[in-house]
């Protein structure tokens, strides 16, 4: 099941929005400390046996479609 197209444009179009985001995010909680940071998230997360687990998970997901997988 694909809900992209297989066009690269679409899915640099796509990586340039989410780091865009993450950008955004990191600006806008470094300016207001009540807001928490990447850092406090991914400390919060790693208090939790379940969410620890989760983020490997996920990690190694990431690290798949970057790095492992080719496009024809």
């Known amino acids: ?6 066009d690269r444009s ?3 179009v796509l990586w340039v929005v989410v780091w ?3 950008l955004l ?3 806008v909680t470094a300016r207001s400390p009540a ?3 990447l850092v406090d ?3 919060f997360v790693r ?3 379940l969410l620890r687990w989760a983020l490997l998970a996920f990690w ?3 690290g798949w479609h970057l790095f492992v997988r080719t496009t024809a």
């Open 10 to 12: 679409a899915n640099l």
């Open 60 to 62: 190694i997901w990431l």
């Open 35 to 37: 807001l928490p940071n």
């Open 41 to 43: 998230l991914v400390r």
């Open 25 to 27: 995010w990191v600006v």
């Open 20 to 22: 865009s985001l993450v």
């Open 1 to 6: 099941m694909t809900f992209l197209p297989a």
């Open 47 to 49: 208090r939790f046996w």
